[in-house]
């Protein structure tokens, strides 16, 4: 139901769905008054003849059977009478009232005083037939009158009993057609919507699939020569630029690392071969210094041009599955005794194994890189506490201290390149490679100091396929 299908079938339904209720509600309102204009013409044509009848007729014994009988006729003649009827006729009557108001005869169901006193407490205007409810009546009654030359008034009554159930059986089929049209009103617009979106979906899909290492895929394509097709068609030409552009920026930082490094490796080699057991001390350290140097070189060219790359989403991968626990207690071995020389202490706290899909050797250097800040920034005598835990998919480690933590002026920059504490004498790109690394593999990185004092960071990585589900 969070589909755009769902939503976009829904509003078309609803749209439809009002409009067609409007058509039916206008078309039965049409019914309606065609039928009540029928009963009004059928009432002032009989009303007009038996007022006809009236006058013609002598005022003799035989004046009431005459009309009586004439109204009689009339009422065999209802429109819209259904034929299965009672043989009583009570949806139609005749009376006509003296000069003072009074019955003077009666043709219809019952005795006609409740008619007369409905009438006598209405005002119906001659050739305008009008509502009147009768007591007794759950239905009103459509009346015509017409006035006689005696002064005496002849009405004629029309339940409009029929006339409501034809237009509630009218009602009923229009709402069951209504609810027909609008069932596959819905499934047709669903339908066509969900087929139209699905090749977006695909579009979506596919692009979704294209990582960072992989842009040699492309999104599907249609023959149909729609907006759809032209969006996947530009999506293509875009990736085609987009991998051409990469292979262009893979080229560049390959060859400029390979015209960088070379020379230094030159040097760096001349440099150690120059040195000999016979050298005295004031001797050797320049050149052992001018090794580091070149170490350092080396390291801030390697960590730039990675930083580059993934900031340029272009940070090459080579995954497998790689077990965090493992890694960090075989880095923790390593630099224990360089930490424990300087008098820091390191600790895991970790349930077991934690499997990543990642580059090993990235995610060594990256854990490597957070082990060098300790090392450089963190004074004697302080302890760094890892945390290592496996939750909702993603595998966590948080790294934090009881030192003097980040300075308050870069703490909202801390990732950034060159940006580092004013104590610090590096390059400030230690901790914009570890965004770079955990970014490329579709992680995030925070950074920030203790409440208690320190600082924490916080990495977090997605666990290797069909782990932590």
């Known amino acids: 139901m969070r589909s755009a299908a769902w939503r976009i079938s829904l509003w078309a339904t609803l749209a439809f769905a009002c409009g067609t209720m409007v058509v039916f509600i206008g078309l039965h309102r049409f019914v309606a008054d065609d039928i009540q204009r029928r009963s009004d013409a059928w009432l002032s044509g009989e009303v007009e003849v038996l007022g006809d009848v009236a006058e013609r007729t002598p005022k003799d014994a035989l004046y009431n059977r005459v009309v009586g009988e004439v109204a009689e006729l009339a009422g065999k003649e209802v429109p819209n009478k ?97 609810l ?20 977006i979906r695909g579009i979506t899909e596919a692009a979704s699939r294209i990582g ?18 032209h969006l996947a068609l530009t999506l293509n030409r875009m990736l085609d630029r987009i991998e051409s552009s990469m292979h262009q920026l893979h080229t560049i930082t390959d060859a400029l690392a390979h015209d960088l490094r070379s020379p230094l490796t030159a040097i760096r080699g001349k440099l150690e071969m ?37 900031k340029a989403d272009a940070l090459r991968l080579n995954r497998a599955v790689v077990d965090l626990d493992e890694l960090l207690r075989i880095m923790i071995d390593l630099y224990e005794p360089s930490m ?22 990235l995610i060594h250097r990256m854990i490597a890189n957070l082990f060098d800040n300790e090392l450089k920034h963190l004074p004697a ?37 060159r940006v580092k504490g004013k104590a610090s004498n590096g390059h400030g790109l230690g901790l914009a490679f570890v965004d770079a690394v955990v970014r490329a593999h579709g992680g995030s990185v925070t950074a920030g100091n203790r409440e208690g004092g320190g600082a924490r960071i916080a990495v977090t990585l997605p666990l290797a396929s069909g782990l932590g589900q």
């Open 82 to 178: 259904l034929a299965a009827e009672s043989s009583e006729n009570d949806s139609v009557f005749f009376l006509q009232t003296g000069s003072d108001g009074s019955m003077r005869l009666w043709v219809g169901a019952g005795d006609g005083k409740p008619d007369l006193r409905a009438i006598q407490a209405s005002r119906i205007l001659p050739d305008h037939p009008s509502d009147l409810r009768i007591q007794g009546f759950g239905v009103p009654f459509r009346v015509a009158s017409t006035r006689i030359d005696d002064g005496s008034y002849i009405y004629l009554g029309l339940s409009e009993r029929d006339e409501l159930r034809v237009l509630r059986s009218l009602g009923l089929r229009f709402f069951l057609l209504w």
């Open 180 to 199: 027909l049209l609008v069932f596959f009103g819905f499934i047709i617009v669903f339908y066509t919507t969900r087929r139209m979106l699905s090749h």
């Open 212 to 229: 960072h290492s992989d842009l040699t895929a492309r999104v599907p394509t249609a023959r149909r020569n729609d907006e759809v097709s």
């Open 274 to 310: 120059s040195l000999s057991p016979a050298m005295q001390g004031e001797q050797v350290e320049p050149i052992v210094s001018a090794i580091e140097e070149l170490d350092r070189l080396t390291d801030f060219l390697n960590k730039s041009l990675d930083v580059a790359e993934a």
């Open 340 to 361: 424990s020389e300087k008098g820091l202490q390191i600790s895991l706290r970790s349930h077991g194994p934690v499997e990543i899909d990642a580059d090993e050797a």
């Open 381 to 417: 005598g302080r302890a760094v506490m890892l945390r290592l835990a496996a939750d909702a998919g993603s595998a966590l480690l948080i790294l934090e201290d009881d030192g003097p933590g980040f300075d308050a002026e870069i703490g909202d920059r801390l990732f950034e390149r």
